[in-house]
């Protein structure tokens, strides 16, 4: 079974930085576009940003300038780069991923989400 595995969340300061990482657990056949959600409480979940394979890059106004999406095709990881955080971008962070495979089993192309990691950012 494939599953993202986040990592990196936490607690921080307004103006400091975390950065979020998020790993394909196996190995797959291919991954198309692979992104960052954020639900904070009472609202509803919205797209932090997203990045194609090829690089391409797309962000939520509240967050240009100040995040960064990258990826890393040959270790399946998607990342990212949190600065001048604001109290406002207090939220459960969660990867998705469209994903073809796993290898060795009858691939197919799924959607996956990860567990999502906490990120605290107190003023």
């Known amino acids: 079974q494939v599953q993202l595995v986040e990592s990196g969340g936490g607690s921080v300061q307004a103006g400091g930085s975390l950065r979020l990482s998020c790993a394909v657990s196996?190995?797959?056949?291919?991954?198309?576009?692979m992104a960052w959600h954020r639900q904070a409480p009472g609202k509803q979940r919205e797209l932090v940003a997203n990045i194609t394979r090829g690089g391409i890059t797309n962000y939520a106004d509240s967050v240009k300038g100040r995040f960064t999406i990258s990826r890393d095709n040959a270790k399946n990881t998607v990342y990212l780069q949190m600065n001048s955080l604001k109290p406002e971008d207090t939220a459960v962070y969660y990867c998705?991923?469209?994903?073809?495979?796993?290898?060795?089993?009858?691939?197919?192309?799924?959607?996956?989400w990860g567990q999502g990691t906490q990120v605290t950012v107190s003023s």
């Open positions: 998705n991923a469209d994903i073809y495979g796993p290898v060795g089993v009858l691939p197919a192309w799924k959607n996956y």
């Open positions: 196996r190995s797959v056949l291919s991954i198309s576009t």
